[in-house]
């Protein structure tokens, strides 16, 4: 697909961003990085809705995942 070969078994996850080929091995390790961003961004947005500016929430938060 587009140039990229998928093997069986392998998992394709896609979204508005884009889409992934994730091998078998590596998915719970895709999914443990993707959770701790998706923390991350939620504490971003929290820090920008309580009135920090958007540069100071990410300073707050710390560097992504």
């Keep these: 697909i587009g140039g990229v070969s998928i093997a069986a078994g ?6 508005h961003d884009g889409v992934v ?3 078998p091995g590596q998915l719970d390790a ?7 961003i998706q923390r991350w961004e939620h504490e971003v947005h929290h820090l ?15 560097p992504m995942p």
């Design 30 to 36: 895709v999914i443990e990085k993707a959770q701790a």
């Design 21 to 23: 080929v994730i091998a």
């Design 48 to 62: 920008i809705a309580a009135g920090r500016a958007a540069d100071q929430a990410h300073q707050e938060a710390g």
């Design 10 to 15: 392998e998992v394709v996850f896609g979204d």
